[in-house]
């Protein structure tokens, strides 16, 4: 299977491809437009880290900065919008795969602050002003599924704004995030908004899963418990569709449906392996079911363009073998409720990290540009 099939194989399984990175160089060298045209993708996403690394390479946003530099503007104004032009730019580009499909794809995200993961108010506001500072109607903006997080994602839904919910790393907080999308297509409706233009995605990651549990079971040592390495991220991405499945079979979401809601679908991040013992496109391979999204760094995406393992739905029906997978780690000593603290606590705190980051390569890039 040549590089384009297995990547058009991949979209026709049903599975969107988003890329999992956004620059100022790859709108401006054509490296995004290429890989639309070339290599399947139709959305993309951006996060602190994303941004933070873009920012301290080259010399793609010094002309933006010395203009933001005369004007006087502050460090968190210059990253305003220095960001949102980025991410506009990316939007114009994908305005042609938006409105072809029907505005399910063409989407890119852009998030809020981090600083805000534990503040709904101030999450609330600054996902309304990003939506309204971008402008455009393919944008998502993203939010934590933190427990503060929850209710701001029904009040940003309520709006009319399609959302992004990133973070999440257990089934139950993802039945959560479930509830307070369909809370909000709800009130959305009840106030009048077009739901039949209101998008979503939950972004489940899945690599650091496997990260964590597998350190754990290494300093837990038995065979027993080296026999369960690598297997606790796909089999928790696993049930988290079987309970998309059942969340979106109820009577509630059919009522929504009939009403032109779109389901939030599932979206598959940190889909890039970090253990080289495992293959480069298990997280693909192993994930591939209709009506998801999967959103890949490039090193990814050209591995599975280049020798991906396609054999079809790999998802669907697998939910009781994956609960097996969990019963045996709880067997092996494996604490699964504090993994998934670990996972949150850490996800916030480097994204948190990844900012402060960005805002010292701009305060210092404001400081050249004004000497």
């Known amino acids: 299977m040549s590089n384009t099939n297995r990547l058009a194989a991949l979209s026709e399984a049903g599975v969107s491809i988003w890329l999992d990175d956004l620059s100022r160089e790859r709108l401006n060298t054509g490296n995004l437009a290429a890989l639309i045209s070339e290599k399947h993708v139709v959305g993309v996403t951006t996060n602190p880290t994303i941004f933070a690394g873009a920012l301290s390479k080259g010399a793609a946003y010094d002309e933006q900065v010395r203009e933001l530099a005369a004007r006087g503007a502050d460090i968190d104004a210059t990253v305003r919008e220095i960001t949102t032009t980025d991410v506009r730019n990316a939007c114009d580009l994908f305005r042609q795969t938006w409105q072809a499909s029907g505005g399910k794809d063409g989407r890119v995200s852009i998030e809020v602050d981090p600083r805000l993961a534990h503040d709904t108010e101030r999450t609330v506001a600054e996902a309304l002003d ?10 998502m903006v993203k939010i934590p599924a933190t427990v503060e997080g929850l209710p701001a994602i029904t009040r940003v839904l309520a709006e009319g704004i399609s959302v992004n919910v990133t973070l999440i790393f257990s089934v139950a907080r993802y039945q959560a995030v479930m509830e307070a999308f369909l809370a909000g297509i ?3 409706k009840a106030n009048g908004h077009d739901i039949s ?12 899963v496997d990260s964590e549990v597998d350190k754990r079971l290494d300093a837990i040592g038995t065979p027993e418990a ?11 991405a696993r049930l988290a569709y079987a309970a998309y499945e059942a969340t979106f079979a109820t009577e509630r979401w059919t009522a929504l449906e009939q009403a032109g809601a779109k389901p939030q679908r599932p979206l598959w991040a940190s889909t890039g392996v970090k253990d080289p013992a495992y293959s480069d496109t298990r997280y693909v391979d192993e994930l591939v079911v209709d009506n998801v999204v999967n959103t890949m760094p490039e090193k990814t995406l050209d591995a599975v363009a280049d020798h991906a393992q396609l054999r079809g739905d790999t998802v669907t029906g697998t939910g ?16 699964i409720e504090d993994v998934y603290a670990v996972l949150e606590t850490e996800g916030v705190d480097k994204f948190e990290k990844s900012w402060a980051e960005l805002l010292e390569t701009v305060g210092g890039q404001l400081r050249k540009a004004g000497a």
């Open 130 to 139: 990003l939506w309204k500072t971008v402008d455009r109607p393919n944008l």
């Open 186 to 188: 709800e009130q959305a």
């Open 197 to 208: 233009g209101i998008q979503s995605v939950a972004s489940f990651f899945v690599s650091r």
């Open 226 to 236: 080296q026999a369960l390495k690598g297997e606790a991220a796909i089999a928790n």
């Open 320 to 335: 009781e073998q994956a609960q097996e997978v969990f019963d045996a780690l709880e067997q092996a000593g494996i604490d």
